[in-house]
């Protein structure tokens, strides 16, 4: 039931073997001169003037074999503007051009400027708004004086809402600083929702909200109704008499609904914990209470969007470089084929790390991406109507601690399309998704995934629904560890949501898991030689597309499923042909979950099955070892050999390459973090 893996290694082999045959060699360094001749003793100063020379070199004939190796030395770079390559910077499969940090050598490339010039607050009228155990802590500096004048807005984002921020952010000892909010810890709750306000309006407890009265930005973040959608709105007025707060529209995602959790921020009253900080944007004047002295700490402001732009760009790597501190994605992608963000630093951005668009045979490897304001990697390519793959690929990399700001539904990697290769990364600490796929063909294997969904409920560490047509994806070989949602309905490792069809769950480890494989509704999906331990359930099926969301299901309803049937002619080639299945559904109930199988899995410990009443008839179990001693070599130290002629061998379960599983040793990565 396996898909055969795609030729990654293969391809990887043939990328770098040519990044090693330096037939051209430019040097660039901080104390370099553009005028020089970009010479190892001459070096140029900037990016720009590496690619203009490049560029020159093009225009002067072909490029010589080998390609064109652009050395940076150490130190760090303060571009003026986005570097930026278009197709005139292409390399070929045989000179390829490469833009890698000369010999290891630490190579910064920031987006942001650093602080000078505290002082204390004296002003009578800021120390009075500050809460009392802020006052002789808070240090402010003029950020106008020092030529930083654009410091972009808050807006309304989040679920459902396109666009990044554009904003300003501190960072401090190479870390994000939290914009003055409140509550410190945790989160406040709606009180009720008063009627007649059309969603604009809500009530809260206690007295804590008077204080921002005079607050000319005040903002607010929440879980306004659902533990999977958050959504940042404005602060329009505050009734402290009603204990009510109006917002500006857009409002909160899906309204307002008691109970849920909401928290403020922007607000100059809050800043009252080390490591906060505010800026005035009238005035220009930055607050910030510092977790350690000012000195030494690299007071830093975001002050580009995006670090690095590609559009129409082939045959281009980016190897061993920190790039940080900027508003946007740090490394975005469009059109193109052969690109490669490889060994790379990735953090303090306000978008994702790396984001590959519409680009062919490119990818992601041996990166560490982590503290970005929205997800990781985006995968983006291919034709879902000619099912041709764009063999994107993301591998080796340690993902960990994105989604500052949007909290929902900006994964670690996000894998759209057709005929992507995720393999060998690790992800963890999220507070929503870890990995979000649709499209057709994705092979997704060799992971180790663990405390992602750490604030939202009815949420998966992997997660797909709502296609009956994004088929043919297997997800074989990862382990998914202590994955538990505080929201309702919890996590989910593995969530095959609103009729999601056609997927392969094969060959995983789910440890402590919520839930662990999750089928919501949909056909044709096969869960088997999996090993589950104290999951609660292992295995979860139901028929929804029959009971509670047969209107959603039906055709014109919201999930829309049968105009995603429609637009891809899914009963013509190619997909009648790779999709036989899939041709037939609608004179088949298309409804019910059909063609699921549960096959020779192990369940240790924990709750086996949770399978609803009408998937029953639906859903064939087979060579299932659902108790007792499994005769595993070792499970405690995940060693999942059936021992001869064990209840597992027995069964047919089939040993599980657990040594392959998350980051390997290469030349990107000398180092593995030790597992938890």
């Known amino acids: 039931m396996l898909a055969r893996p795609l030729p990654l290694a293969a391809f990887l082999a043939a990328l770098f073997a040519s990044t090693y045959v330096f037939a051209a060699e430019l040097f660039v360094a901080p104390n370099g001169d553009n005028a020089n001749p970009g010479t190892e003793a001459k070096p140029l100063a900037t990016l720009e003037a590496a690619r203009d020379a490049v560029r020159t070199m093009k225009k002067a004939g072909p490029l010589p074999a080998g390609g064109v190796t652009v050395s940076l030395r150490s130190g760090t770079y303060s571009p003026a503007a986005t570097f930026q390559l278009g197709g ?6 045989e000179a390829p051009i490469v833009y890698r940090a000369y010999r290891d050598e630490a190579v910064r490339i920031i987006g942001g400027k650093e602080v000078r010039d505290w002082k204390r607050v004296t002003d009578a009228a800021v120390l009075e708004r500050l809460d009392e155990a802020a006052r002789g802590q808070v240090l402010q500096a003029d950020l106008k004086a020092q030529g930083i004048m654009d410091f972009g807005e808050l807006t309304a984002r989040g679920f459902g809402r396109p666009g990044h921020p554009a904003a300003l952010e501190l960072f401090f000892q190479d870390k994000p600083m939290l914009l003055a909010g409140w509550p410190n810890d945790g989160w406040a709750k709606i009180a009720a929702t ?289 994955i538990h949602g505080p929201g309702e309905l919890g996590a989910m490792a593995v969530y095959l949501d609103d009729c999601a069809s056609g997927i392969t769950i094969a060959g995983n480890i789910f440890v402590r898991a919520s839930h662990a494989a999750f089928v919501g509704g949909g056909r044709d999906n096969v869960v088997e030689n999996n090993v589950f331990v104290e999951c609660q359930p292992a295995v979860h099926v139901d028929a929804r597309g029959l009971n509670w969301a047969k209107d959603k299901a039906a055709k014109g309803g919201e999930w829309g499923l049968y105009k995603k049937l429609e637009e891809l002619r899914f009963d013509q080639p190619p997909y009648s042909e790779k999709y036989p299945a899939l041709a037939k559904m609608l004179a088949d109930d298309p409804a019910a979950p059909k063609g699921d199988l549960v096959a020779r899995n192990v369940c240790l410990g924990g709750k086996w099955l949770d399978l609803e009443g009408q998937a029953k008839p639906f859903v064939t179990f087979q060579d299932n ?52």
């Open 625 to 676: 070892l659902t108790d007792g001693d499994a005769g595993f070599v070792d499970a405690a130290r995940l060693n999942f050999q059936p021992k001869p002629g064990s209840p597992a061998e027995k069964i047919g379960f089939k040993p599980i390459p657990t040594e392959k599983i998350g980051l390997t040793k290469d030349e990107f990565r000398r180092e593995v973090p030790a597992r938890p």
């Open 88 to 93: 005139e910077d292409s390399g070929t499969p």
């Open 194 to 482: 008063p009627a007649g306000a059309e969603g604009g309006k809500f009530a809260y407890d206690g007295d804590r909200p008077a204080r921002w009265a005079k607050a000319p930005d005040a903002w607010l973040l929440g879980y306004w109704t659902f533990d999977w959608a958050d959504s940042y709105v404005k602060v329009k007025a505050i009734d402290p008499q009603a204990r009510e707060i109006s917002t500006e529209p857009p409002h909160g995602a899906f309204g307002y609904k008691k109970g849920q959790r909401f928290r403020a921020l922007n607000l100059l009253e809050e800043l009252d914990q080390p490591g906060e900080w505010y800026l005035d944007r009238a005035t220009g004047l930055l607050y910030f209470w510092p977790p350690a002295p000012i000195d030494g700490g690299r007071p830093t402001v975001s002050v580009l969007g995006k670090l690095v732009m590609m559009a129409g760009t082939s045959h281009v790597t980016l190897r061993g470089l920190l790039l940080e501190c900027g508003r946007d994605t740090g490394i975005v992608a469009t059109g193109g084929k052969g690109i490669v963000v490889a060994g790379c630093t990735i953090r303090n951005v306000g978008g994702a790390g790396v984001g590959l668009y519409g680009c062919r045979e490119s990818g992601v490897v041996g990166c560490d991406i982590y503290e970005t304001g929205e997800g990781g990697i985006a995968l983006v390519g291919g034709d879902r109507k000619t099912l041709e793959p764009a063999k994107l690929f993301a591998r080796n990399n340690h993902i960990h601690h994105f989604s500052r700001w949007c909290r929902t539904y900006r994964p670690a990697i996000d894998v759209q399309g057709v005929g992507h290769t995720v393999s060998h990364n690790l992800i963890h600490d999220s507070p929503h998704t870890g990995l979000l796929f649709g499209g057709n063909d994705h092979v997704l294997e060799f992971n180790e995934i663990h405390h992602v969904c750490q604030e939202t409920g009815d949420v998966g560490a992997f997660y797909t629904g709502r296609d009956w047509t994004a088929r043919g994806t297997v997800i074989r070989h990862n382990y998914f560890h202590d």
